[in-house]
């Protein structure tokens, strides 16, 4: 007796994810396995680009339950990669069998898919499904190995440039993600390549600065430019502009930043002392401590560049607006580190805001985005590819959410941070700088600062009512508490008690991975080495979600709207900061601000940094069915009706608001760090 089967073959939709190979199949039941079959329709090009292609197999016994399905590719002619989306199987009784693929078929390579449905480790009983668990475990092993980039750093892949990624993980043919291809793009679209060689060579005033600005601006950019120099729009950036993560409220002045109640009673509005304002929570403060004693770029011996790190103190007002009212440049008090002032002259004072605002930029570009994204993402995603196969529901629920990020960072590696990157063009952390303060920073990094909610508490700042204009905040508690409440919904399926997540080995080598080689050195960072219960893993998972989407998306998107303006955010400073009140003038200024030719790479590279990309995926968008079951399904849609809620709650409330905030807007949040 004879049994027809028939299987229908999808190919990708991306460039280049046909081919012109031959393609094997052989299908493997519970009962028995069929030959191995070529694929091929005579006078039809089969396998081409968003094809769905369907073929007889015919087998001379039932093979009972379809549990995998062996792809083959061997070369015709030439060789060409083919990119396989899903096989499914139509059995003789009529059932349809979904075999999930989202893969590469390089060379004459072959792979074995298991069938659609999610599976712990601990629920599979035959020896065959345990094999072939086990063995795509040992070939991720393999590919995707632990690398130290840099000491001191949390471990990368083991890959010196993209093209030496496993293929699965690189960028798609239409995503050619370069960042000198996308930098000379900028240049091109900002008309700056008159610019480009002006190195040492100051603008005259601030108007001067538009001459590089012109060519492209929005709302929020344009209003920065016209109302930067103003404390209100200074301060509003610690609270909505791009690195949104510093800014605490304080019980006590530190004995280091030596403010009195005379230096500052003329900003104080309630009648109180200083001390006393610092009793009722309206006072708060900027550290930039984590900058003390890191040297700057040196890497062009014609330009001094310098850094430094500041301290600002920041007064709610009785229209709740934080308004600044002290700095001082350094963290050490004394007579050629002065508290500088509003009451001071106006040159003092701007001069004063605009180191600051440099050194937020430097804290920004390698701690907030690059440490705390980009690298703890990667880092995640390589531990997930090494500990979870493809038929365990963490990884069909990750996979989404690594998309391109080992990619982005191993080009960032190669062109943007590397020795003579464009880091060190324009910044003062390039030259090396930018790697001691990564190092310096992972001493005192914590797994709990990882947690949105936590990091907002830590820091004093998590009641609305005392700082109704705090808006990441708001905005981030919606989306971390939808996008954790996706995870419970999601691991609440398959793990009926914590008793599934304590014996769920493949779980427990993945936090394990992490913890003992992906931060390898920092045991006392406190990342967990097992997982005990369902509500820790939920936790687990929702902070590597929300870190490579939410997070990112609020410290890197914003970046041409706060960054365009030269002045605003000054990648690098060309004179020391002052010693003294009363030297400040608009020459000094000028001298110290990034030259012609700085300038242009600085706004070259936030324009690239900022746009995105095309086919973006954003938060709830899952294109690629990796998971079959309907109540996850389900759980995706009310996913996606939880975030657009949230998006028009959002929108409603920007309407009106002379600075609205978009960076946390779900539908502007991809999935991934992708660029």
């Not at 709302?219 to 510093?246: I, R």
């Not at 700042?461 to 954790?484: H, I, N, Q």
């Amino acid at each position: 007796m004879s049994y027809t089967y028939v299987v229908s073959v999808a190919t990708g939709t991306q460039g280049r994810s046909g081919t012109d190979n031959y393609i094997f199949i052989t299908l493997v039941g519970t009962e028995g396995c069929s030959p191995r079959i070529g694929l091929d329709k005579p006078l039809f090009d089969d396998f081409q680009r968003g094809s769905v292609d369907s073929y007889p197999v015919g087998v001379q016994e039932n093979l009972g339950e379809i549990v995998l399905v062996k792809l083959e590719k061997k070369t015709y002619l030439a060789q060409d990669h083919w990119y396989c989306r899903y096989v499914s199987v139509r059995t003789p009784g009529e059932d349809n069998v979904e075999f999930p693929c989202y893969r590469w078929l390089v060379d004459d390579k072959e792979v074995v898919l298991r069938d659609g449905r999610a599976h712990l480790p601990q629920d599979d009983k035959t020896s065959l499904v345990k094999e072939h668990r086990q063995n795509e475990l040992k070939m991720r092993q393999k590919a995707y190995r632990w690398m130290a980039w840099q000491p001191g750093f949390p471990m990368s892949i083991d890959a010196k440039r993209h093209q030496d990624l496993p293929r699965d993980i690189q960028f798609d043919s239409e995503k050619k993600m370069d960042f000198v291809l996308n930098y000379n793009k900028a240049i091109q679209n900002l008309f700056l390549n008159h610019f480009m060689n002006m190195f040492q060579s100051s603008w005259s005033d601030f108007d001067n600065f538009k001459k590089i600005f012109l060519r492209i601006k929005n709302a929020t950019s344009e209003y920065v430019m016209e109302h930067w120099k103003e404390d209100f729009v200074f301060s509003h950036q610690f609270l909505n502009g791009c690195n949104p993560v510093l800014i605490q409220k304080i019980t006590k002045l530190p004995d280091k930043f030596p403010v009195t109640n005379e230096m500052v009673a003329v900003s104080l509005e309630r009648e109180l002392t200083l001390e006393q304002e610092v009793k009722a929570g309206n006072i708060y403060m900027v550290d930039y401590e984590v900058l003390d004693g890191i040297k700057a770029n040196d890497t062009d011996p014609r330009t001094p560049q310098y850094m430094t790190a500041p301290i600002c103190l920041l007064y709610k007002n009785t229209q709740n607006e934080i308004l600044p009212i002290a700095i001082q440049l350094g963290q050490t008090p004394g007579e050629d580190n002065p508290i500088f002032l509003p009451t001071d002259g106006e040159y003092d004072w701007l001069l004063a805001k605009i180191w600051v605002r440099s050194s937020d930029f430097q804290h920004h570009q390698t701690v907030t985005h690059l440490l705390r994204t980009h690298l703890i993402s990667e880092m995640f995603a390589i531990a997930m590819f090494r500990q979870l196969p493809a038929v365990h529901p963490v990884w069909k629920l990750l996979i989404p959410h690594v998309r391109f990020t080992i990619a982005i960072n191993t080009k960032a590696r190669e062109q943007l941070i590397c020795e003579h990157g464009l880091f060190d063009k324009a910044n003062a952390t390039g030259g090396g700088a930018h790697v001691q303060l990564v190092q310096k920073t992972m001493k005192t990094l914590t797994f709990r600062s990882l947690c949105f909610p936590d990091m907002i508490k830590a820091r004093g700042m998590e009641s609305k009512e005392a700082l109704p204009t705090y808006f990441y905040r708001d905005d981030g508690y919606k989306v971390w508490e939808a996008t954790k409440s996706f995870v419970s919904d999601v691991i609440r399926i398959y793990y009926s008690s914590d008793e599934k997540v304590q014996g769920d080995e493949e779980i427990q080598a993945f936090v394990k991975d992490v913890c003992d080689f992906g931060m390898k050195d920092f045991k006392h960072c406190e990342f967990p080495r097992s997982l005990e219960s369902r509500e820790e893993l939920i936790e687990y998972l929702t902070i590597i979600m929300f870190t490579a989407s939410a997070q990112h998306a609020a410290v890197n998107f914003g970046q041409y709207d706060w960054y365009s303006w030269i002045p605003n955010a000054p990648s690098t400073m060309r004179k020391p900061p002052p010693t003294q009140k009363g030297l400040a003038n608009i020459t000094l200024i000028m001298d110290s601000l990034p030259d012609r030719g700085r300038s242009s790479w600085h706004l070259g590279a936030v324009w690239a940094l900022s746009q995105y990309q095309k086919n973006e995926l954003y938060l709830g968008t899952y294109p690629d069915e990796y998971f079959l079951e309907k109540p996850v399904k389900a759980s995706m849609e009310k996913f996606k009706k939880d975030l657009a809620e949230i998006s028009s709650d959002i929108k409603t409330r920007n309407q009106g608001q002379r600075l609205p905030y978009y960076n946390m807007l779900p539908d502007k949040i991809p999935n991934s760090v992708a660029i």
